[in-house]
């Protein structure tokens, strides 16, 4: 059994089948996958595109498993929005292989309007393959701007699992890449 470092949770094999057990149910949610076909590339691994769809997919069953299912989203009228994802490639992963893709909450606006996630991806042996930061919001979907949580939303929020270096998001964290679009001149 393994215990990877900085983690709170333990890696378990029994031949073809893996799981995480969680020791704190506050720290981490993961979600598994199996390497499929149409998620490699042409150098025969895991496709970058292949790491974006498991960890939208994670994240959409982390919602969903909080209290943020589809219905009650269209209910409030609020859909999330991704401004950046940053993934940091460590270790190859390859066909048929178990992955399982971690979130884990590290940052939030005092009002649930800007949200922080970070993914982990981990192979069968708990080798750290990839790491990634997604930085997105909330919009209204009926005006198409931003907007905080409505209150029964944001109370959700204190249950997810959060980062030991969680903090309190603010409009100021969304500008820190300083990236502003540049429109073409037609």
């Given at each position: 059994m393994l215990?990877?470092?900085?983690s709170k949770f333990?890696?378990?094999c029994r031949s073809n089948y893996c799981s995480f057990e969680v020791t704190n149910a506050?720290?981490?949610?993961?979600?598994e996958f199996e390497i499929r076909w149409s998620d490699i590339d042409a150098n025969r691994h895991l496709a970058n595109s292949a790491y974006?769809?498991?960890?939208?997919?994670?994240r959409t069953a982390f919602?969903?498993?909080?209290?943020?299912s589809l219905m009650a989203l269209s209910k409030a009228g609020v859909g999330p929005v991704v401004f950046h994802e940053h993934v940091h490639y460590f270790k190859e992963a390859f066909l048929g292989q178990p992955i399982?893709?971690?979130l884990e909450v590290s940052g939030l606006s005092e009002d649930g309007m800007f949200f922080k996630f970070d993914h982990n991806f981990y192979n069968s042996k708990?080798?750290?393959?990839?790491?990634?930061e997604i930085v997105g919001a909330w919009i209204d979907l009926g005006t198409r701007k931003?907007?905080?949580l409505p209150q029964d939303l944001l109370d959700m929020t204190s249950k997810f699992p959060k980062t030991e270096d969680y903090k309190i998001l603010t409009k100021e964290d969304m500008r820190l890449h300083g990236r502003l679009p540049k429109h073409l001149e037609l």
């Open positions: 215990t990877p470092k900085k333990y890696y378990a506050n720290t981490m949610y993961t979600k974006i769809n498991y960890m939208s997919h994670t919602l969903q498993d909080h209290g943020f399982t893709v971690s708990g080798q750290n393959l990839a790491f990634c931003l907007i905080g």
